[in-house]
């Protein structure tokens, strides 16, 4: 088994050595990450995976995890049991409300992408103490941390690092940059003038994910969804209109690869990571090339483009390309899939699967 390291923190506490059983526990599950994180813990060895998910997870997924919990991850009633029955080791905390459905009620966004991220950090520092191991808090952050002023800026910026152009226009993108801030306040600076700290109490790790593409599930709620419903909508032979301007390019990666990565962080040596936050990239075709591709795997595919301002906006401020050096020199991130291995050796053939099955 490939199991997830983890390092001891400096004190024991009085609880630890109590019976509860060691858990990793994933939030947002049932979400697209979520599906695919499961299996590939599973696959690894696992056996010890609690999900926690605002919706009943499916039977399929289910039977993967030791345990499921349905509810809302600011529950505090709801973490204090989990916590009575599990030792958490492990958190990949994957619960958000992406960047399209936040600007519907940035509120509720903030509540959960900020109240849900804090409580966990929260839950994470105290496991820290009681068990006397480093908590590991791997977070999805994403693309939508930064913000372009405008067409010409982005078209020149070429790749861009992790310290760049971070003034985001989503709510979603806000909470996402401000949860990377705390979670490097928890590991470095938590309670710094506090007698009794723990230096580095959690262990936080960050990917910036790039839109993601997968076979198995759609998206929903995100403004880089256009990829993904194009080619799910030309395997179903549906017409499709695309919410953004042919030339708009952003950076995307298959789900395959972002679920590999952010398993190959959580893995990684510590000692090696420079940084709390990695960029992650892989292709970045423009919206007209890969409706081009789409049609060349699903000939007869109907493809318009009819813009949509806003969210048209909120992609054209998010980067063409990223640096993700940082990561491939750190930890060895490599993708697997390019634009046309993506089309050619993973999506086409399972997407055309999925539909002839169902
Ligand atoms: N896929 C996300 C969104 O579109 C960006 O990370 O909101």
Redesign the pocket.
Known sequence: MTGIPLDPVLEQSSLSGQARSSAILITGAGGEVGHGLIRALWESGHRDIVALDIRRLDRELRDLCLDTFVGDICDSALLGRMLAMYEIRVIFHLAAL???RGEFSPEAAHDVNVGGTMALLKLAAEQSRSHGERVKFVFPS???VYGLPDLATKRSAGRIGEDQYLEPTTM?GCNKLYCEHLGRYYQRHYRQLAKDRIPDVIDFRCVR?P??ISADTV?S?????FAPEMIHAAAQQQRYACFVRPDTRIPFMTMPDAIEATMQLARADKSRLRRTVYNLGAFQPSAGEFAAIVGEHFPGAEIEFAPDVERQAIVDSWPEEVDDSAAREDWGYAPRHDLATAFGEYLVPRIRARYASS
């Open positions: 992406l960047s399209t994403s693309i939508a979603y994910y839109g993601l998206p709620g995100g403004t880089s969804d």
